[in-house]
């Protein structure tokens, strides 16, 4: 175990802001989705795969640098999202969420296989753009300049813009009121189905932009939605399913303790967040900020 020192402690300190920024902007799209239309998307991961190999293909081909491609994939993720929410989930909306859950579930396989048969079964990669190759020095540690100038601001910039859209925009304001009483909203003149495929669309968004961020931190490979599901599920029932508010908290609760775990003990990195999962299920099933909900479809 390493010796803790205040410098130790305030370098992963900075790593799990690292970790909570990439996290969230995947995690907060399955959130924004599940407070509004009640389902539990598990397909969502792809999307972030699908993010992620967009900016693959599109430098791949030579269409332009890494700048164009971060624009440009989460609007192509965003026309596969509404694809699926039009053909796949509109129909099950008033389904149990069991059936919602396993066809999500399907959805995972069949845009899993899609990648092997476009992409191959081999790990791909993306380069960091230009100017962003290189570390920067903080307390002495070395930190990624991309972490630090892409990462990090795309994820505050996503919090804030979600923010202002949902708390101060009037779009904002019928996306809130679908989450507390969507036949309300229906009986208003508001069209509940155009609401749930723009919302969607959002979710979808979030989840490719997430993938396009991250697509130069790691491989690239078919499966690697599996592995961040996973994460954003521990982030929002953490938070609080449905809680964007909790969703930010989670990221950051879950960033910080991965970051204390590979420290403490690497070979169970993630130990500290399932414990305290655990406990907050038991404690409060609800999430830290989330409110039982009630769905009324």
């Known amino acids: ?19 909570a920024a990439g996290i969230y902007l995947v995690a907060s799209g399955l959130s924004l989705v599940f407070g509004v239309l009640g389902v539990l998307n598990f397909a969502h991961g792809s999307f972030y795969m699908y993010g992620a190999f967009f900016v693959f293909t599109w430098i791949g081909f030579k269409l332009g640098g890494f700048w164009p491609a971060l624009l440009i994939a989460p609007f192509a993720v965003v026309i596969v999202g509404v694809a699926t929410e039009i053909v796949f989930l509109r129909p099950i909306y ?17 845009f899993g296989d899609l990648v092997k048969l476009i992409w191959g079964a081999d790990n791909q990669s993306v380069a960091r753009p230009p100017g962003f190759e290189g570390t920067i020095a903080i307390f002495g540690a070395q930190f990624l300049s991309y972490q630090m100038f892409v990462l990090i601001p795309i994820g505050i910039a996503t919090i804030l813009g979600l923010y202002l859209l949902l708390n101060h925009t009037q779009i904002g304001n019928v996306v809130r009121a679908a989450t507390q009483d969507r036949e309300m909203v229906g009986a208003l003149g508001i069209n509940v189905r155009l609401l749930y495929t723009g919302v969607f669309a959002i979710g979808a968004f979030l989840g490719g932009l997430g993938g396009a961020v991250l697509a130069p931190m790691g491989a690239l490979y078919p499966g690697m939605d599996f592995d961040v599901i996973i994460e954003v599920f521990l982030v929002v029932v953490l938070g609080g399913l449905g809680s964007m508010a909790g969703t930010a908290l989670g990221a950051l609760i879950y960033g910080e303790l991965k970051s204390l775990g590979i420290l403490l003990v690497p070979d169970l990195e993630s130990v500290f967040i399932y414990v305290l999962m655990v406990i907050v299920l038991l404690t409060r099933p609800q999430g830290l900020l ?3 909900l009630e769905t009324s479809r």
């Not at 175990?1 to 970790?19: E, P, R």
């Not at 919602?100 to 959805?107: D, E, F, N, P, S």
Request: proline fraction near 3%; avoid cysteine.
């Open 1 to 19: 175990m390493a010796s803790l020192t205040a410098d130790i402690l305030l370098v992963q300190f900075i790593n799990g802001l690292f970790i």
């Open 94 to 110: 008033k389904a149990d969420p069991l059936y919602q859950l396993l066809l999500t579930y399907g959805l995972v396989l069949m």
């Open 290 to 292: 989330g409110k039982r």
